[in-house]
C-alpha cells in the first residue's frame, strides 16, 4: 500500500535549457556539422596529393550524418527519420533526375534564345570524381544544416509555412557575398531554399533535397561547365558560351541569376507544396 497522500502531485519537470530556446539548439547543430571538417583535414593534410581525391569528402559526408544523428537524438530529443535507409535509393534516385532535368531544361531554354552556345566537349577524367565529391559534400552539408536542423527548428517554433520561407530566405542571403550576386541571384537562390525544402516536405526525407541540390550543382558546374553561385567555372563534359544580358544569362553569378531559372523553379515547386499539402505534412506551430 503507498503511504503518499491521497493528494499528493507530483512536480512539473523543468524543460532543460536546450529544451526552451531553438536557436541554442540550432548553434549547437551547426557546430557539430562544422566540426566535421577539421577533423577531415587533420586526417588527409599529410597524405600526398592524388590519395585525396575523393574518399576526403565522403569521410566528410559520413561524420556529417553522424554529427546530424548525435544532433537529433541528443540534443533535439526526436529521431532522425529524415536519414531513414528505407526506400533512400529511390528518393535519391529521383533527386538526381529532377535536378539533372532542371538543369539541362535551362540551359536548353537559354540555346533556344542565342544566350547558351555550345562549342565543344571535354573528355572525362579523374577531376570528375573530385568534383562529385565537393558537391556531394556541399549538399549534404548545405541540406542538413538548413533543412534539417534550421527548418527543423522553425517549424516546430512557428509552423511549416513560415520555416519554409525563413529556412528559404536565410540560404539565399547566405549566397550574398559570392561573385556577382544581385538581386535576381538572391530571389533565385532563395527559391531554390524554398524547392529543396519543399522536396524536405513533400517526402518526409533529405533524400529527395540531396539528389536534387547535388544534381543541379553537378549538372551546371560539370556537366555544362558552368559557374555555380559565383564559384569559379571548372573544365567539364561539354563548354560553351553564355552571352547576353545578365538577367537572362546570369553573369558573372551563373545561371542561378537567370530569369529563366526563376521560372523554373517556380514551376518545379509549387507541386512539391501541393503534394506536402495533401499529404498533410504543412504543420502548425508546435511550440519551441
Known sequence: MSSLSPNFRPLPTRPSMLQRHALLRVLLGALLMVAAMPVVMALVGPLPKPMRLLWPNLLSIALMGLAYRFYALRIDRRDPAEFALAGAGRELGLGLLGGLALVCLVFGALAALDVFRLQGMHGLGLASLR????????AVFEDILVRGIVFKAMERWLGSLPALFGSALLFGLAHL???GANPLSTLNVTLAGLF???????????WLGVGLH?????????LFS???????AQPGLLYGELVG????????????ASAVTLLLLIAATAPLLLIAQRR???????GR
Request: net charge positive.
Open 131 to 138: 568534383f562529385a565529391g565537393e558537391m556531394a559534400m556541399v
Open 177 to 179: 557575398p559570392n561573385e
Open 196 to 206: 529543396f525544402a519543399a522536396a524536405y516536405l513533400a517526402s518526409g526525407r533529405l
Open 214 to 222: 547535388f544534381a543541379w550543382n553537378f549538372s551546371a558546374g560539370h
Open 226 to 232: 558552368a559557374v555555380v553561385s559565383g564559384h569559379k
Open 245 to 256: 544580358p545578365t538577367w537572362l544569362s546570369g553573369g558573372a553569378f551563373g545561371i542561378e
Open 280 to 286: 498533410g505534412r504543412l504543420l502548425p506551430r508546435q
